[in-house]
C-alpha cells in the first residue's frame, strides 16, 4: 500500500522552513526518508521505527505518530542544497522480511536563493 | 569504492531486444532490490532477493527476471522490451529486509527503448 506524501511540491526562498508528510491508512513498522537530487541516486536521510519518535540530522528532523500511520519531514532554515525530491518510503508489512520499500510519489522541494 | 555500482549506465535499445543490468554489492548485504522510476518520477518496487527467498511485485511482467549468481550480485533480465519498458531502474541493497534497514542505491541505469 503507498503511503501518501503531501504537498506535491514546494518552492521556498533561502533560509525558510518546509514540512513534508507522509501517510497511511494503517499502521506502519517504519518509516524511511531519502532525498533524490536530479540524475542521482535516492539517498537516505533517516529512518523511524517507534511511535512518537523524532529525529534529527543537521537542520533536518522527523518524527513518526503516536499511531505510526503518519510521519512528517522538517526542513528548518533551508540550503540551496536542500533542493531535490523527497519520498517517504515505507515497509515491513510482513514484519520485516525482504519485502522493498513501498515508496510514496515525492515532494519537489525547488529552494531560490 | 562503489557500495552498490551497476552497469551500465545509460542503454538505449530498440524494441524487441533482450537486455541485462547488472548489479554488485560490496557491503555484505543479505537483501539486494530492483526498483522502476518512471518519467513522473516514481519509484516502485520490483523484485527483492536474499538468499532464501524472492519477493515479486505482482505488477511486474514476466518480461522481466532477477538472477542472482550469488549474494553479492543481482542482474536483472529484460526480454522483448517494449517502449514502456524505458525507465531509470536502480538496484539497492540492505543488510536484512528493508522494514528496518536503509536502503543503499546504486547510480541507475537510464533505459532508453526505441
Known amino acids: 500500500q503507498q503511503p501518501v506524501q503531501s504537498p506535491q511540491a514546494v518552492i521556498l526562498r533561502e533560509g525558510e522552513d518546509a514540512v513534508i508528510n507522509c501517510s497511511s491508512s494503517k499502521a506502519l513498522y517504519s518509516v524511511h526518508w531519502y532525498r533524490q537530487k536530479h540524475g542521482e541516486a535516492p539517498v537516505f536521510l533517516m529512518i523511524l521505527l517507534k511511535g512518537g519518535e523524532q529525529k534529527g540530522h543537521e537542520k533536518i528532523s522527523a518524527s513518526f505518530n503516536e499511531k505510526k500511520q503518519q510521519s512528517s519531514l522538517y526542513l528548518t532554515a533551508s540550503q540551496l542544497s536542500y533542493s531535490g525530491t523527497y519520498f517517504c518510503?515505507?515497509?515491513?508489512?510482513?514484519?520485516?522480511?525482504?519485502?522493498?520499500?513501498?515508496f510514496g510519489k515525492g515532494t519537489h522541494l525547488i529552494i531560490q536563493p | 569504492d562503489t557500495a552498490v555500482s551497476q552497469t551500465p549506465k545509460y542503454l538505449v535499445t530498440q524494441m524487441g531486444n533482450d537486455k541485462s543490468i547488472k548489479c554488485e554489492q560490496n557491503?555484505?548485504?543479505?537483501?539486494m532490490y530492483w526498483y522502476k522510476q518512471d518519467s513522473k518520477k516514481f519509484l516502485k518496487i520490483m523484485f527483492s532477493y536474499n538468499n532464501k527467498e524472492l519477493i515479486i511485485n505482482e505488477t511486474v511482467p514476466n518480461r522481466f527476471s532477477p538472477k542472482s549468481p550469488d549474494k553479492a550480485h543481482l542482474n536483472l533480465h529484460i526480454n522483448s522490451l517494449e517502449l514502456g519498458d524505458s525507465a531509470v531502474y536502480f538496484c539497492?541493497?540492505?543488510?536484512?529486509?528493508?522494514?528496518?534497514?536503509?536502503?543503499?542505491f546504486g547510480s541507475g541505469t537510464q533505459l532508453s527503448v526505441l
Open positions: 539497492a541493497s540492505s543488510r536484512r529486509g528493508s522494514g528496518w534497514e536503509k536502503l543503499f
Open positions: 518510503g515505507t515497509g515491513g508489512y510482513s514484519g520485516g522480511g525482504a519485502d522493498g520499500l513501498t
Open positions: 557491503l555484505g548485504h543479505d537483501t
